[in-house]
């Protein structure tokens, strides 16, 4: 038994080794005509519809959920990357019949044409596949990826695509991932932590505007304050002013721009009321990005 | 310490036995040391005034009452060190502060006379209330005695309606409601597509546990009276909540006959933007709140007119001269939905 198989198997190897010379012309590629087109047409138009379908109806489904959005959302890539590979595979055996030959003839193929055109390409989709396993971020999540800041759209097969606050889409590769250190705010929460920075003049009350501070931010209709969601409120010496940085989270990472601007006016507002007032240097740039509004303010 | 038990045991308060005993253990364990201060915790109509009326029932002449009505400004707190009475039982504690700028105050100044106090303290809180408080301000910490009240199961329920009245008082009529159930029966269920803009009526399949515990081979069978069936169904609605289970029960009603059918319950369709989950927020952790507080809250961002205009014809806020609540049957629902959307922490 042993013997037949080994001489089975010996055979084999001598006729792959036999077909290699002349791999191209023994290539049973099946006939191909209309119907094979419209077959594989089909198949990939199938793949689009029924993708674009689930992630459709997904996204609604996590809109509508409430709190545990994040949790919905992260199993679109990996529905998207089984129906392509699903889809391949009908393609791939609509075209050759799958036997040792072919595949290291077709292997050789794909990897010529990797090294050639493709590569970058091939690279974006292993990267897409790493992020579907390793999760550095998933759709919803607010990410700085290079010098973009953004909620993740959509992790497609090639490119994750982020919507900046500016409310631009841009589309990142996903080889970005191995290049560039990846920042996501939330981790799959929906909560987020926000910075909230307010400079005063260093002759103002620094106690009185920390407890004003803390007051605006834990009255806030965006925050979320628990055992898990802490908030703080340091003060922090400069030559020329004050900093007072509140720590929170917003309940929603969507409304963080609103949860920053409604803490930061309703602090000012009663700053004035208790004489508190703004530095007459102002801050460089960077250092927070209301900061320089808040002292021109 | 027996004799206390023995009284507890025979009170009124069907449900909360556990509940009042904890508390007369930590009013009896208190010493000449630091007196381990008390909170009673509840959901809106959870059972606080039953227990508040037990305690001052049982401890009588020792027991200073204060209810606070409204929102108390600092000024208004009294002077605790001039009370007689050993325990001082404050009702309504969530009035003791208010979420706004500066409306922590009054009840910074309590803590402080509370814990610079000899007497012993018992509080009652709005359980929402108290959550914000205690994620803020650490208020759990100032009190080493919490009692919460639970969601009430049904067959407690059962046992506390009907001891309002008499044996055979009530008579529970079988309408057939719950004979004519099959184990799946077929409802239309009303779903909103994606892409729609109505509503259509899809066929549904709903399983019927009730019955199919019924059905079970002879030896299994649980015998289920009509009787469960209608507190179950009222429990459900009522989600656990004994004070939204009584009126839900006082309003289904006649003429001391209670079926299946006359049990009705409110559907509510609730569909809220950020300020409006806010203020209901606000008006369910307060019970019920003037509308120059909540104008107060609201700020000069938001339009507090149009905010409560919105949730009172949503049903989830009635309006009484000025004073804003949510409606007992709108509790559910609007907790449910400020807990789905993380606006309840």
């Keep these: 038994m042993a013997d037949a198989l080994l001489s089975n198997v010996t055979g084999e190897l001598s006729n792959v080794t036999a077909a290699l010379p002349n791999v191209t012309a023994e290539l049973p590629l099946k006939t191909i005509d209309a119907n094979l087109i419209l077959y594989i047409l089909f198949i990939v138009v199938i793949a689009y519809v029924l993708s674009w379908l689930l992630s459709f109806i997904l996204m609604h489904v996590s809109e509508r959920i409430g709190w545990y959005r994040t949790s919905i959302t992260m199993i679109i890539p990996l529905l998207k990357l089984l129906i392509y590979l699903v889809a391949l595979y009908y393609i791939v055996i609509a075209l050759i019949e799958p036997s040792l030959t072919q595949m290291i003839a077709f292997s050789g193929l794909f990897g010529a044409a990797i090294g050639f055109g493709l590569k970058d390409l091939f690279a974006d989709i292993v990267g897409g596949v790493v992020i579907i396993f390793e999760k550095p971020y998933q759709i919803g999540d607010m990410v700085t990826i290079g010098d973009k800041y953004g909620e993740v759209k959509d992790i497609g097969i090639r490119a994750t695509r982020i919507q900046t606050p500016g409310d631009e889409t841009v589309s990142v590769p996903n080889f970005t991932i191995f290049a560039q250190p990846v920042t996501s705010g939330n981790a799959g929460d929906l909560a987020m932590m926000i910075v909230i920075d307010l400079f005063i003049h260093p002759d103002s009350d620094a106690e009185k505007a920390m407890k004003i501070l803390r007051e605006a931010l834990v009255t806030s209709k965006y925050v979320i304050i628990s055992k898990k969601y802490p908030y703080t409120v340091l003060l922090d010496d400069f030559p020329f002013y004050k900093r007072i940085r509140a720590k929170g989270y917003v309940n929603d990472l969507r409304l963080e721009f609103e949860f920053k601007s409604e803490v930061t006016r309703r602090a000012w507002a009663e700053f004035k009321k208790e004489g508190i007032r703004p530095p007459s240097f102002v801050p460089p740039a960077g250092t927070s990005n209301g900061a320089s509004e808040d002292v021109e303010a | ?345």
């Design chain 2, 1 to 345: 310490m027996a004799e206390d038990q023995r009284t507890v045991s025979g009170c009124p308060v069907i449900g909360l036995e556990k509940e009042l005993q904890k508390i007369t253990e930590a009013i009896d364990r208190v010493g000449s040391g630091a007196p381990a201060h008390i909170a009673i915790v509840s959901e809106p109509m959870g059972g606080r005034t039953t227990i508040v009326t037990e305690i001052r029932r049982i401890y009588g002449e020792r027991v200073h009452y204060l209810p606070l009505e409204f929102v108390i400004s600092p000024s208004c707190l009294p002077d605790f060190s001039t009370i007689p009475e050993d325990i001082i039982l404050i009702d309504n504690c969530r009035f003791l502060a208010l979420r706004r700028m500066g409306g922590f105050e009054v009840l910074d100044a309590f803590l402080h006379a509370q814990i610079s106090s000899k007497k012993l303290f018992i509080t009652t809180w709005n359980a929402f209330a108290w959550q914000y408080l205690s994620a803020v301000m650490n208020l759990d910490a100032y009190f080493p005695t919490i009692v919460t009240l639970d969601k009430m199961d049904t067959p407690v329920l059962k046992q506390m309606i009907l001891s309002r009245y008499k044996p055979g008082e009530i008579r529970f009529f079988d309408d057939g409601a719950a004979q004519r159930s099959m184990f799946f029966s077929l409802i239309h269920k009303k779903i909103r597509l994606p892409l729609m803009a109505n509503e259509i009526s899809l066929p549904w399949i709903k399983l019927n546990f009730t019955v199919m515990l019924r059905r079970l081979p002879r030896k299994k069978r649980i015998q289920i009276s009509i009787e469960d069936v209608i507190f179950e169904k009222i429990n459900r609605i009522a989600r656990g909540n004994p004070g939204v289970a009584i009126l839900l029960w006082e309003s289904s009603l006649k003429e001391n006959t209670m079926s299946l059918a006359s049990i009705h319950e409110t559907p509510y369709a609730i569909d809220l933007d950020t300020n409006e989950t806010f203020i209901l927020t606000i008006i369910l952790s307060m019970k019920s709140l003037h509308e120059k507080d909540l104008d107060a809250i609201a700020g000069s961002e938001m339009d507090i007119q149009r905010v409560l205009y919105r949730l009172v014809q949503q049903g989830l806020a009635r309006d009484d001269t000025g004073y804003y609540s949510i409606p007992p049957f709108a509790l559910g629902p609007a907790i449910e939905y400020l807990k789905k959307t993380k606006r309840l922490w």
